[in-house]
């Protein structure tokens, strides 16, 4: 059945978010940020092409049969609707304007975000950030490492922590990861070793507020955070890994009203 947009009445939106191992998607509660429905994940396509992802993206519209604006993350940089990076998916994504491609093929407006900064908006918003002044980063611990940045709640696009060079010239994305951690079979004391490092050179630099980790990962937090010796505060996303969909959700409909 498809579902009407009207702005006026209606609080729910829809949002899709492509991963480096999954696509998903559900319409959202945008009065309570959450899910109005139960989510569908697809794989993602072993050959992640843009034409590929852009296929699973339209199987997961027509399995809710959502007729209407919708948001849309992905893992890399985005500018106006353009891919700039694709460090976990297919290299042909680079130069994609992935809002034009979706706009043109459902016929309705689409508001493509990074996947990370979608969550942050989403955690601000919803989450454990929300009512939190100053600086807040907002970290995806998944495939790669994702970020996102507020100052009072606006939002800083296209932070990308997870490519940041560490000590001993490590790649906070190939270090620390929650990809790593099961590739390399690590122990949680062992990651978190790994965290520390990372969390660490982010509070240096940056010196924030608050930290949120987000990502599938989160839903083990009291695994690894306790662990952590920081001077900031460091919470599990509250949002969980809910929170791409429900930003992409929220900044599509903010956009269309």
């Known amino acids: 059945m498809s579902q009407a947009w009207d702005v006026t009445s209606t609080t729910q939106g829809f949002g899709i978010d492509i991963g480096g191992s999954g696509i998903k998607g559900a319409p959202v509660d945008l009065g309570r940020g959450e899910f109005a429905a139960e989510r569908v994940r697809l794989e993602t396509p072993e050959e992640s092409t843009p034409d590929n992802v852009i296929a699973v993206v339209l199987e997961v519209l027509e399995q809710f049969g959502w007729d209407g604006p919708f948001g849309c993350t992905f893992p890399g940089i985005v500018r106006r609707g353009v891919i700039g990076s694709a ?107 790994r965290l520390q490092v990372f969390y660490a050179h982010l509070e240096f630099i940056f010196s924030p507020d608050l930290f949120v980790v987000g990502g599938g990962v989160s839903k083990k937090a009291d695994r690894f955070l306790p662990l952590l010796d920081l001077r900031t505060p460091i919470v599990p996303a509250g949002l969980r890994n809910d929170g791409g969909i429900i930003g992409a959700a929220l900044l599509a409909a903010e956009r269309a009203a």
Do not use: M
């Open 87 to 193: 460090a976990n998916v297919d290299k042909s994504w680079i130069g994609v304007d992935l809002e034009k491609e979706l706009t043109e093929r459902t016929g309705h407006p689409v508001s493509i975000v990074n996947d990370a900064d979608a969550a942050g908006v989403a955690e601000d918003r919803y989450g454990a950030a929300a009512d939190v002044d100053g600086v807040v980063i907002v970290t995806t611990l998944g495939t790669g490492i994702g970020s996102a940045v507020l100052h009072d709640g606006r939002l800083l696009p296209n932070t990308e922590f997870g490519h940041l060079y560490l000590e001993h010239h490590h790649e906070a994305e190939k270090y620390a990861a929650a990809s790593v951690r099961e590739e390399k079979e690590l122990s949680w004391e062992d990651w978190a070793e």
